[in-house]
Structures are given as structure tokens and as C-alpha cells.
């Protein structure tokens, strides 16, 4: 959010002198966390306001003019131009050599030199609005029209931030450190925290009471969901822009403006933190309702989005129908319109769940819902009514309020907490004098009563919507106005008596040490919900999977139950990037039905680590793809010093090939499965192109090593000699029946075996498929002759042909 120091500074006098460093300090160490503070003058640095004195055509150009322009002290200086507007007395905008612009507006700031353009020297630029940034205080009725500030009267050579008057400070502040204060979220909340940060008077808002009797008709149909609702019937207005100064700060701090009437609600909802709303009096039909919108009631939104609106929708309705979606927006017909000359102003309050679950419903979250699903307090809207009726009447002075109605129907209480002294000095770890507690809460609004043993505090009403609630809060309120750079540090006294080995943490960063580093894999991270397209596609049902009951999106109200889900969906967006990749993720997966754990008396579902694996290339790589999956997961164990796992086939997963499947077994049972993506669920999942082999595995069921199981071996003193061996056995012989048929009962000079490659193709009789295998032989006393050799590899075939059957290839 951003802040204008000088809007803040009319509600707390701030001293000349204070330092812009100490008071974004001070904000972020005891209130909320500022990210930057801009002066707003450094952007228009080098720029200021020029006289033009004469408009000369251009020798070598007919669209281009040439300004004898004044820049200040009777200097007058040639600019080059091709400005619509341009004429003798106007005063415009000159960037001088060395600032900073936009040129036309596009791309990234420029800096302005002296140049010769088509034969003349020229100064400088003289700008349009949106060169400079302005665009939305100076809208250009054409592409090439000059930003014209004559109406301001500043005197050639003036600055034109202070010609404008934008010499201010923007604050900018972190949305995130105030989501729990509702009450800071305008000007006015952050003015009542410097005051009471630097012991300094705020400026209070005078008590608005209408000058009418006749009383506009209101009606709440669920005070449940709106507590109160102001409604008053104004008359004497039009649609006209509001003064420079209104626009000006709205436009500062990120907004648009747009005329008077909705200007003023915007600022008022800026300063103070309330939302406000006006409707054309002519378009309301007999009186305001807040209701429930009706089963498939239809709204047309100010930004023309049409909604078919649910009975748990509230709005703002005359007699014909909803005008307005209650704290989100208005509707477009009977909102401000160019004719408009009296309206109906809105200052409410709505319950905060509602609104956000509306806001989310049509993805349509706006200024005022974002407020509003922070739970505003009730009484703020005195504060939003005063201020918007002091506008209303100095924009506006024919302006008469004709009917009024204040319906207060459920009054906000506060809250009220009684803290122990003992308690509060042991948590805080000092003891507060209470003169001192009693000052820092007294200034924030708090009502303070002390007893023998502890405090009677009274909330303001500003904070008693959730915000502070307990005791904690109160300590919360007393350290951070105390300041918590004035706690000093304590040593903490702790004995250890051994060190503590985590077996199960150290094996989770070992596993994705090996994916990441020796597998040469891209780690990822997704969120905890699941799109629903990829639940369907890969998940055979819903059930036992948890569901949000405020979803980021509807089609993401599921908790994750399994990772696949999200790393197809993360191979869908790298698809379009990539021919091949590999990736895994480490991450909790949730379980409803089986409540394992209590916390403050809550039972929470299961919670297990699963690692998920995504193995994607070229579909005529299949094999290939398939084998570097079972590879990496085949070998996790070695490289990572737990107990092995083995490959079964027990179960097929829903989502997997009808063929090229295992599931992953620990000592008997099924702990994980790593197949091929079948075509179905590929489609399904919008995986158009590349095939995938996935692995999930329950890291919960993996067994750690309690120590390393290296073995040191010695390097070989003599050769060792690589012999391959190529053979024909049956299609469906494994590699396990291989390497059991060469290493039982080896010769010992028979180090190793290892596989190389497998080939079916014409050459090779059906049913029957071709295998090489590499052979280590060496010897630890000499070198071997190649008879020796031969002799060992001929024992080997010997053995193949006599275990499996196998026919050694002779082409």
C-alpha cells in the first residue's frame, strides 16, 4: 500500500525536521513494515515549467514547430516540437538536458541530451503528460498534445514538482505486516500510530449531524452481514472534475481519478480506511435494502462483468432489484453517470467472511473488498461521514442533504481483557513501570484500570474486530510502543548433553542431495492445492481427500493427497520449453480420516513426506526413460545410506501405462510405484507431446543406516580388462536372472558385470531378444594373458547357456 506523508501530516503534525530514515525505523520496528520511501520530486528532476514567447515554423519540417521558449530568469532557449497545442503565452512542461522521460510514453525512461534535430539545435524536449508520467492528471485529447500547465500560474524556471505541488514522500508499505490491522489501512490509522509513537495531538473528526429530519428508507434484511448501513440523499450536484489537489493525492498513491462524485468516495475511503459508494438518485427506486441476493439474480458489475449471483451473496437492492454487490462493487447502471445531479450516499459496514468469499467467488477483489474482508470497524463510518460531507459541501456549495438515515442495527462492543502483572513481566522479561503502560496504551485508545494484582484494559473500537483479543495482544501492544530495541538481551542458560542425530532429516537432504547432484535433477516447489483437472485425470476418486473451504481458485479446493498432480502439472508448463527433463519434489501430503495428532485441543489429519519424480522426454524414448527412472531409484539407496527396496508388480496406479509399470517394495511391503504415464491421463493432464515416467515413494517408510556402510577398497595394482559379451535369450528373461546366472559361484578373477545394451529388431528371432553385458577381469597378483582371459570369459557363456538358456550370437 502506498502512503502520502503530506496526506498524513493533516491529521498528526509531524516535526519540519524529522528524519525520513528514523521514521520509516520507527513505523517498521513497532507498526508495520516499510519497504521504501520515494520522494516524489526525484522523478521530475530537471524538469520545470517553461513560457513559450514565440512559435516559429520549422525550416526543413512542416510538422515540427520551433519554441522560443522561457526557462527561467528571462533565459529564453530554441526547442524543437511537434506538439498540437503549441502557442505563444502557453506554459509547458521542458524536460532539461540530463532528466529522465518516456518517450511518447513507452519503454524505459530516457535520458533528454541537446540535439539537432532536422538542421535546428534544440534545448531540451517540452512534454507531453504521459512523457512525464501524468497521464491521469492530464489526460491528452490527442497523440501529439502538449501537457499545458498555464492554469497553475508558476512562474518560468519553477520546478514542476513544486509547480504541482508534488514535493511529498511516498511510503511504501507491506500489505502482508498489516493484514491482521484493519485499522491502518488508510492515512488517518497510520497518523493515529505516529501520534502515539511520538507522543504528538491527532486531529480529530468532527461529529457530522444533518441539517434534515427526513429520514431516507434503509432497510437491513441481515444485520448479521451488515451491522450498519448510512444512507443520505443528496441533492445540488453534477458531474465535474474534482480540484487538482483531490486528484492529485489519489493519483499519488496509486489510484486513478476519474470526477468529483467518485473521487470524493475514493478519498474518503483512502484517508480513512471506509469504504463509500454513491448511486444516482434517479435510477434507486424507493428505498435502499441490504439482503441476500436471490437463487440466479443477475448483476451487472461497474466494470461490466455480468454475475449470476448465489443466495449467499449479499447486495445493496432498491425496489426493482440488486444495484450494488455489497463491499465489492457497484452496479453500472445506477451508479454515477454523466447526468447524474443527485445521489444516494452509501457509508457501510459488512461482515468480513462474507465479503471475501463474494470477492473470490467472481475473482473480483477490489479496494473496498480488500478493506472489508480485513472486519472494519462499525464506528469508523462516523469518521467517513464527516469527511465525506465536508467535501461534498466545499466542491459542492448549493449542495443539501434531503433525507439521512443512520441504521446502527448490531453495535460493536469492545473488548475487554483483564492482564496479571506477574504474567505480563515474566512473558516480557522486564517489569514496565505502570505510569508508563498505562501512556503507551492510553495513547493508542485503550482504557486502562489497574488493580492490586494486574489491568482492566478496555479495546478501542478500531481494534476490537479480532485483532486484540488476549492477554498476549496486550503484551504485544505494551513491548512494541515500549520499543523493542529498549529489551536488553538476556543469556539463555541450556545444557547438551549429546548430540543429536536426526537419522530421518539427514537421509530427506541426502535424497535430494543424490536427485539433485548426481542425477543432475531440477528440484521444484509447489503449492499445497491441486487443480482439479489434474485430480480427475490421475486420482480414481475424491474421497479422503481434504477440500478448502476457502479455496484460491474453484477449481483448486483440494489439499494435496498425492504430488503427481502438481508435477504434471509443472511438466505442462515446461513442455513448451523443453524436449527432455527430469524433476522431483520433496513435500507433506494430507489425509482426511486418520487424525494422528492434537494441537490446542484439534485434532489435525494425517501428514506424511512423499517424494515425487517426473522423468520426460521424446515418447520414442520410452525404454530409454523408463530405465534412467528405475536407475536413479535403484540406486538411491547405495548412494544415501539406507536400507534397499525392491521392484514388485502388485498393483497397478490408476494413472499409470497398462505394461510398463513396478511398484517399490521395503521388505515386503508396497511403499511407492514408478511407471509410465499412460496416454489417457497424459491427454487428460494437457501433456500433448512428451511421455513421462513418474515415481512417488512414502519417505516416512524409508529405513536410514544408523552409520556410513563404505567399505574402503584398494586401487588394482594391475590391469583391468573390459570384455563384452553379446547373446541371445528369451524376450521376457530379466536382469536380475543375468547377473545371478554369471556371479554364482565366479571365477575369481571375475570382478564385475555390468549391463550395456538390449536389441530386438530383425535380426533377432521372435521372442527372443539380444543383450550385451561388459565383463571386469583382472587379477590382484599379475597381469592377465589373453588366454586367461578367454578363459574366463568363456566360463561365463557357459554358465548362460546352461542357467537361462542363452545362445551366444555368432553375426
Known amino acids: 500500500m502506498k502512503l502520502s506523508l503530506n496526506w498524513i501530516k493533516d491529521y498528526v503534525k509531524l516535526p519540519e525536521d524529522m528524519d525520513l530514515t528514523r521514521l520509516a525505523y520507527d513505523l517498521t520496528m513497532s507498526t508495520v513494515e516499510v519497504e521504501g520511501a520515494e520522494s516524489l520530486a526525484e522523478r521530475f528532476e530537471k524538469i520545470i515549467v517553461g513560457e513559450i514567447k514565440e512559435v516559429l515554423p520549422h525550416p526543413n519540417a512542416d510538422k515540427l514547430r520551433v519554441c522560443r521558449v522561457d526557462i527561467g530568469e528571462g533565459e529564453i532557449k530554441d526547442i524543437v516540437c511537434g506538439g498540437s497545442n503549441l502557442d505563444a503565452g502557453m506554459k509547458v512542461v521542458v524536460a532539461c538536458p540530463g532528466a529522465m522521460v518516456r518517450w511518447h510514453g513507452e519503454g524505459e525512461p530516457v535520458e533528454i541530451k541537446n540535439a539537432k534535430l ?81 507522543d504528538l495531538p491527532l486531529v480529530e473528526f468532527p461529529k457530522y449531524t444533518p441539517d434534515t429530519e427526513e429520514e431516507y428508507d434503509v432497510r437491513i434484511a441481515d444485520v448479521e452481514r451488515c451491522p450498519r448501513f448510512i444512507g443520505a440523499k443528496v441533492e445540488g450536484l453534477s458531474v465535474k472534475p474534482s480540484p487538482f489537489e483531490m486528484q492529485s493525492r489519489i493519483w499519488r498513491v496509486g489510484m486513478r481519478p476519474i470526477n468529483a462524485l467518485v473521487d470524493i468516495t475514493n478519498y474518503v475511503m483512502l484517508a480513512t480506511g471506509q469504504p463509500t459508494h454513491v448511486y444516482d438518485s434517479n435510477h434507486i427506486i424507493d428505498h435502499i435494502e441490504v439482503r441476500r441476493a436471490k437463487e440466479g439474480e443477475k448483476l451487472q458489475l461497474l466494470n461490466d462483468k455480468e454475475l449470476l449471483l448465489s443466495t449467499d451473496d449479499l447486495v445493496i437492492a432498491d425496489a426493482e432489484g440488486a444495484v450494488g ?27 468480513s467472511r462474507g465479503i471475501r468469499r463474494t470477492a473470490l467467488r467472481y475473482d473480483n477483489r477490489t479496494e473496498a473488498s480488500s478493506r472489508y474482508e480485513k472486519a472494519v470497524d462499525p464506528e469508523r463510518c462516523d469518521q467517513a461521514l464527516s469527511l465525506a460531507m465536508k467535501l461534498f459541501s466545499e466542491l459542492y456549495p448549493e449542495m443539501k442533504v434531503v433525507s439521512f438515515k443512520d441504521r446502527y442495527e448490531k453495535k460493536l462492543e469492545r473488548a475487554e481483557i483483564d492482564v496479571e502483572f506477574e504474567w505480563l513481566d515474566r512473558r516480557l522479561g522486564k517489569r514496565i513501570p505502570q505510569e508508563i503502560v498505562a501512556k503507551k496504551l492510553g495513547t493508542m485508545g485503550y482504557d486502562v484500570t489497574f488493580s492490586d494484582k494486574g489491568m482492566h484494559i478496555v479495546v478501542p473500537t478500531w481494534r476490537s474486530t479480532g485483532d486484540v483479543s488476549i492477554k498476549a495482544d496486550i503484551m504485544e501492544e505494551v513491548a512494541r510502543m515500549y520499543g523493542y530495541e529498549n529489551f536488553e538481551a538476556t543469556t539463555i542458560t541450556t545444557s547438551f548433553d ?66 503427481l498432480p502438481n508435477i504434471c502439472k509443472a511438466i505442462v508448463k515446461n513442455e513448451r520449453n523443453f524436449d527432455e527433463f527430469d524433476i522431483f519434489e520433496e513435500a507433506q501430503v494430507f489425509f482426511d480420516g486418520d487424525y494422528t495428532s492434537d494441537y490446542e485441543g484439534e485434532k489435525l489429519p494425517a501428514q506424511k513426506k512423499h517424494l515425487g519424480c517426473a522423468f520426460v522426454g521424446s515418447s520414442d524414448k520410452v525404454t530409454e526413460l523408463f530405465r534412467r527412472a528405475k536407475g536413479v531409484i535403484g540406486s538411491m539407496p547405495r548412494f544415501t545410506h539406507m536400507e534397499g527396496f525392491t521392484f514388485e508388480k502388485i498393483e497397478k496406479p490408476y494413472w499409470a501405462d497398462e505394461t510398463v509399470w513396478l511398484n517399490i517394495c521395503l521388505n515386503g511391503k508396497k511403499i511407492g510405484d514408478l511407471a509410465l504415464l499412460s496416454k489417457k491421463a497424459a491427454l487428460a493432464c494437457g501433456i500433448k507431446v512428451l511421455s513421462a515416467v513418474l515415481v512417488e515413494l512414502d519417505m516416512d517408510e524409508l529405513v536410514p543406516f544408523k552409520s556410513r556402510t563404505n567399505r574402503f577398497a584398494r586401487t588394482p595394482e594391475f590391469p583391468m580388462n573390459e570384455y563384452d559379451l553379446s547373446f541371445l535369450v ?12 554369471v556371479m554364482t559361484k565366479k571365477n575369481e578373477l571375475l570382478r564385475d558385470v555390468t549391463f550395456v545394451d538390449e536389441y530386438k529388431g530383425k535380426q533377432i528371432p521372435a521372442g527372443k531378444k539380444s543383450v550385451t553385458i561388459r565383463l571386469v577381469i583382472g587379477s590382484g597378483e599379475k597381469t592377465l594373458t589373453g588366454a586367461e582371459i578367454e578363459t574366463v570369459a568363456n566360463g561365463v557363456v557357459k554358465k548362460l547357456v546352461k542357467n537361462i538358456g542363452a545362445e551366444v550370437r555368432t553375426v
Open 325 to 351: 454487490l455489497a463491499g465489492v462493487m457497484g452496479g453500472a447502471k445506477d451508479s454515477v453517470l454523466p447526468e447524474t445531479e443527485s445521489v444516494i450516499f452509501e457509508c457501510a459496514n459488512f461482515e
Open 118 to 198: 532536422r538542421g535546428v539545435e534544440s534545448f531540451g524536449m517540452i512534454c507531453a503528460s504521459v512523457e512525464v508520467g501524468l497521464a491521469d492528471l492530464f489526460p491528452a485529447g490527442d497523440d501529439h498534445e502538449i501537457m499545458d500547465v498555464t492554469s497553475f500560474g508558476a512562474p518560468a524556471g519553477t520546478p514542476l514538482a513544486v509547480a504541482l505541488g508534488l514535493d511529498d514522500i511516498i511510503l511504501e508499505i507491506d500489505n502482508k505486516s498489516m493484514t491482521n490491522r484493519p485499522d491502518l489501512w488508510g492515512h488517518y490509522g497510520i497518523a493515529r500510530e505516529l501520534a502515539a509513537l511520538y
Open 730 to 741: 528369451d524376450s521376457m528373461v530379466k536382469w536380475d536372472e543375468i547377473y545371478a546366472a
Open 498 to 563: 549429546g548430540a543429536i542425530n536426526q537419522l530421518s532429516v539427514d537421509l530427506v537432504r541426502r535424497v535430494k542431495e543424490y536427485l539433485a547432484f548426481r542425477c543432475d535433477m531440477q528440484e521444484i516447489f509447489t503449492y499445497p492445492w491441486m487443480t482439479d483437472e489434474f485430480v480427475n485425470a490421475l486420482m480414481p476418486t475424491t474421497d479422503g481427500i481434504l477440500a478448502l473451504a476457502t479455496p484460491p481458485a474453484p477449481n483448486e479446493r483440494y489439499i494435496r493427497s498425492s504430488l
